[in-house]
């Protein structure tokens, strides 16, 4: 009977289940790590940032520059936050 508990949504009316009642969630791309080396045993990773300018900069330890063409391909790890939809 826990079983059937834990897999149930919560009934009360405090659920915050509503609040995201608004269609399919729409994603934008903030920022991606990569790396840079000739394979994982060298080199290093770097994270390319998204700036409220629309251009990606790349972090590389105390460096910081644009990035004039960002390795969208080539990333580890993709950071995304959700899109406000709200009229």
């Known amino acids: 009977a826990v079983l059937d ?13 509503d609040a995201f009642d608004d269609g399919p969630p729409t994603y934008a791309l903030v920022g991606f790590v990569s790396h840079i080396g000739s394979n994982t045993s060298s080199g290093h990773y770097v994270a390319h940032i998204k700036q409220s300018d629309g251009n990606f900069y790349i972090f590389d330890d105390e460096k910081i520059a644009k990035s004039l063409k960002p390795p969208l391909a080539l990333g ?12």
């Open 5 to 17: 508990n834990a897999t149930q949504p919560p009934s009360d009316n405090n659920s915050n289940a």
């Open 76 to 87: 580890y790890l993709y950071l995304y936050r959700r899109v406000d939809r709200s009229p």
